[in-house]
């Protein structure tokens, strides 16, 4: 195959955020994901019309010289029939064996339907560890990116035969938010059975949201369960969650329906968009907010609740009054406030085991006692990812302070902040 160079392939993504949805018409760089429920049956596996329909538009935008990134499901769901499967099995094992056979089913449909286009496609399979690991992202990175190079649409699915319960994704909308992320993508698009994000299960009569502009738009927004064709696994959930991670840093998202797919890449008005207003964030953060599993909780008094929350900094062993769950150093925990809400999640220095002996001690009595190697933070303010400001007492928390902590308070010296959450 020829290496493209000088075309429109090769256009750098813009720097700037779309503003709203008709500037999808202009877009250059986009990933869109398409859900199980859209591609699949769990009686018919693969649905032809379908699949080809959605190459058609997104083939069509590729020609024009758009760069296409496919996040695509449906892997578990085309080897169920093969595989004798009557439906989507909970075994982990079976899950992986009939994703081992759907994947290559669902890349030759692909192969074909995108090269009646003359379109090129590749198959990109990603576990969570390719992409927050500094060196396997910056691989990921380069592999996509030459890819785009020579025009190719990207086809990415999760690994699912050698990913564990452990590391696993499980939906395909957090990882299509982290690929956009990965690939500094103009806007995600989220496509489903449904047309919009609705207030609340559109069975029920419910009213679309036209566009969420930040947490305050989905506070009385109820979720449904797992759509109505079995053979998706977010639900709506997830894609309300990945299209919040991509918004938050920075890349708009839009989730609409399979078949309003032309209509949202020609900027109709369709679906419900996330309005991009966050800075681009480490991906670490992304996945510690968003994906990672949390292996235990601190629960913190209310002074460190304020200082990790509202003044962005370090916990320490000082403000801690209690650990649950069990989990090693370097392990993602949940730190909480008093009453119980999850403020921010983190990465402990010390083991679940280590913690109980040093809650409510000061940095020196510590120091004394444990000796050189004593990390001071429990959770550096470098590894925290604040969820919601703590408002003690139902007052507003005020802005960021950079006054210093006070002495024997559990919080160390102000860092860089790390927040994401509403
Ligand atoms: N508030 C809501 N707004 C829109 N859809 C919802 C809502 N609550 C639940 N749903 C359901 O979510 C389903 C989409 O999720 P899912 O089947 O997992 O999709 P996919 O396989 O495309 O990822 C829709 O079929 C819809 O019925
Ligand atoms: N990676 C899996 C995706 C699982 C899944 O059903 O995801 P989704 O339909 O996006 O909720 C597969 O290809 O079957």
């Given at each position: 195959?020829?290496?493209?160079?000088?075309?429109?392939?090769?256009?750098?993504?813009?720097?700037?955020?779309?503003?709203?949805?008709?500037?999808?018409?202009?877009?250059?760089?986009?990933?869109?994901?398409?859900?199980?429920?859209?591609?699949?049956?769990?009686?018919?596996?693969?649905?032809?019309?379908?699949?080809?329909?959605?190459?058609?538009?997104?083939?069509?935008?590729?020609?024009?010289?758009?760069?296409?990134?496919?996040?695509?499901?449906?892997?578990?769901?085309?080897?169920?029939?093969?595989?004798?499967?009557?439906?989507?099995?909970?075994?982990?094992?079976?899950?992986?064996?009939?994703?081992?056979?759907?994947?290559?089913?669902?890349?030759?449909?692909?192969?074909?339907?995108?090269?009646?286009?003359?379109?090129?496609?590749?198959?990109?399979?990603?576990?969570?560890?390719?992409?927050?690991?500094?060196?396997?992202?910056?691989?990921?990175?380069?592999?996509?990116?030459?890819?785009?190079?020579?025009?190719?649409?990207?086809?990415?699915?999760?690994?699912?035969?050698?990913?564990?319960?452990?590391?696993?994704?499980?939906?395909?909308?957090?990882?299509?938010?982290?690929?956009?992320?990965?690939?500094?993508?103009?806007?995600?698009?989220?496509?489903?059975?449904v047309?919009?994000?609705y207030?609340g299960p559109p069975s029920e009569g419910a009213?679309?949201?036209?566009?969420?502009?930040?947490?305050?738009?989905?506070?009385?927004?109820r979720i449904g369960k797992?759509g109505?064709?079995?053979?998706?696994?977010?639900?709506m959930?997830?894609?309300?969650?990945?299209?919040?991670?991509?918004?938050?840093?920075?890349?708009?998202?839009?989730?609409?329906?399979?078949?309003?797919?032309?209509?949202?890449?020609?900027?109709?008005?369709?679906?419900?968009?996330?309005?991009?207003?966050?800075?681009?964030?480490?991906?670490?953060?992304?996945?510690?907010?968003?994906?990672?599993?949390?292996?235990?909780?601190?629960?913190?008094?209310?002074?460190?609740?304020?200082?990790?929350?509202?003044?962005?900094?370090?916990?320490?062993?000082?403000?801690?009054?209690?650990?649950?769950?069990?989990?090693?150093?370097?392990?993602?925990?949940?730190?909480?406030?008093?009453?119980?809400?999850?403020?921010?999640?983190?990465?402990?220095?010390?083991?679940?085991?280590?913690?109980?002996?040093?809650?409510?001690?000061?940095?020196?009595?510590?120091?004394?006692?444990?000796?050189?190697?004593?990390?001071?933070?429990?959770?550096?303010?470098?590894?925290?990812?604040?969820?919601?400001?703590?408002?003690?007492?139902?007052?507003?928390?005020?802005?960021?302070?950079?006054?210093?902590?006070?002495?024997?308070?559990?919080?160390?010296?102000?860092?860089?902040?790390?927040?994401?959450?509403?």
């Amino acid at each position: 195959m020829t290496e493209h160079t000088a075309s429109p392939t090769s256009v750098p993504a813009p720097k700037r955020a779309l503003r709203s949805r008709s500037g999808l018409a202009r877009a250059q760089r986009i990933v869109v994901k398409v859900g199980s429920s859209s591609l699949t049956t769990v009686a018919g596996g693969i649905s032809d019309e379908a699949l080809t329909a959605l190459a058609d538009v997104l083939a069509v935008r590729r020609a024009a010289g758009t760069e296409i990134i496919l996040v695509s499901s449906g892997a578990i769901s085309a080897g169920l029939a093969p595989l004798g499967l009557a439906k989507r099995p909970t075994q982990l094992s079976s899950q992986q064996a009939a994703a081992s056979v759907g994947q290559g089913l669902l890349m030759a449909r692909y192969t074909e339907a995108f090269g009646r286009h003359g379109v090129t496609v590749s198959q990109v399979l990603l576990t969570v560890e390719d992409l927050m690991r500094r060196t396997t992202h910056a691989n990921a990175n380069r592999a996509m990116e030459r890819l785009l190079n020579f025009g190719v649409v990207p086809i990415v699915n999760e690994n699912d035969t050698v990913a564990s319960h452990e590391i696993r994704f499980g939906d395909n909308d957090r990882l299509a938010a982290l690929v956009a992320h990965l690939v500094k993508a103009d806007a995600l698009i989220l496509l489903s059975d449904v047309d919009a994000l609705y207030d609340g299960p559109p069975s029920e009569g419910a009213v679309r949201i036209p566009q969420v502009t930040g947490m305050q738009d989905l506070e009385d927004v109820r979720i449904g369960k797992v759509g109505k064709a079995g053979v998706g696994t977010g639900g709506m959930a997830t894609k309300v969650e990945a299209a919040t991670i991509s918004a938050q840093s920075g890349i708009p998202a839009l989730v609409t329906s399979t078949a309003n797919a032309a209509a949202a890449l020609a900027g109709e008005d369709v679906g419900t968009w996330f309005v991009g207003r966050g800075r681009r964030q480490p991906v670490r953060l992304l996945w510690l907010a968003h994906v990672a599993r949390i292996q235990g909780t601190l629960v913190v008094d209310d002074g460190a609740a304020k200082a990790v929350a509202d003044r962005r900094r370090s916990l320490l062993a000082a403000g801690i009054t209690a650990v649950t769950g069990h989990f090693e150093p370097g392990d993602p925990v949940a730190i909480s406030d008093p009453a119980g809400n999850v403020i921010a999640h983190g990465l402990t220095n010390y083991a679940s085991d280590e913690l109980p002996q040093m809650l409510g001690r000061s940095t020196r009595e510590l120091s004394k006692e444990l000796g050189r190697s004593f990390e001071r933070a429990v959770v550096h303010v470098n590894d925290l990812v604040i969820l919601q400001d703590h408002k003690s007492g139902g007052a507003p928390s005020g802005p960021p302070s950079g006054a210093s902590a006070a002495p024997g308070s559990a919080v160390a010296s102000p860092e860089s902040a790390n927040t994401l959450g509403g």
